[in-house]
């Protein structure tokens, strides 16, 4: 199973990224056309909200249009709510490999729910985190 962190799905939206949205477009097209399931993690859904509401609040897009990308978004991939145990992995993960608290909470949260690949940018391409590889799609 696979999940994407909110960079990709930010990227793919903004204009002012030439380079990285193409890629994050085309990823989001192909795992959207796998017949393996991607999952939306509840606290990537809130990080790209809570950029959008910026980007509303600079003028970048309307409110409306915000609405709508996270609609969007919701509609592509069913969102995955973590359990009260992910936050007890996740402080052991931070422990373990001295990563933020918020890439352990992803991380954590994608192990519980048994994807086994994590589309991002902010953490090591090619890791492996408690089953969970993490690949930098932009990684050239």
Same mark, same amino acid.
């Given at each position: 199973?696979?999940?994407?962190?909110?960079?990709?799905?930010?990227?793919?939206? %903004?204009?002012?990224?030439?380079?990285?949205?193409?890629?994050?477009?085309?990823?989001?097209?192909?795992?959207?056309?796998?017949?393996? *399931?991607?999952?939306?993690?509840?606290?990537?859904?809130?990080?790209?909200?809570?950029?959008?509401?910026?980007?509303?609040?600079? *003028?970048?897009?309307?409110? #409306?249009?915000?609405?709508?990308?996270?609609?969007?978004?919701?509609?592509?991939? &069913?969102?995955?709510?973590?359990?009260?145990?992910?936050?007890?992995?996740?402080?052991?993960?931070?422990?373990?490999?001295?990563?933020?608290?918020?890439?352990?909470?992803?991380?954590? #949260?994608?192990?519980?729910?048994?994807?086994?690949?994590?589309?991002?940018?902010?953490? %090591?391409?090619?890791?492996?985190? %408690?089953?969970?590889?993490?690949?930098? &799609?932009?990684?050239?």
């Amino acid at each position: 199973m696979n999940a994407v962190d909110a960079n990709v799905l930010l990227y793919s939206l %903004d204009a002012s990224e030439p380079t990285k949205r193409p890629i994050a477009q085309a990823l989001l097209r192909e795992l959207r056309a796998s017949s393996e *399931k991607t999952v939306l993690p509840w606290q990537v859904l809130c990080e790209v909200t809570a950029q959008l509401r910026t980007w509303t609040a600079k *003028k970048r897009i309307s409110a #409306a249009v915000a609405t709508n990308y996270i609609q969007s978004f919701r509609g592509i991939f &069913p969102i995955k709510t973590p359990r009260a145990v992910v936050f007890d992995h996740a402080l052991e993960l931070t422990e373990r490999y001295s990563l933020s608290h918020w890439d352990s909470l992803l991380l954590a #949260a994608c192990a519980d729910a048994g994807v086994t690949r994590l589309y991002s940018e902010d953490m %090591d391409h090619g890791a492996d985190i %408690d089953g969970v590889r993490i690949l930098n &799609p932009f990684k050239a």
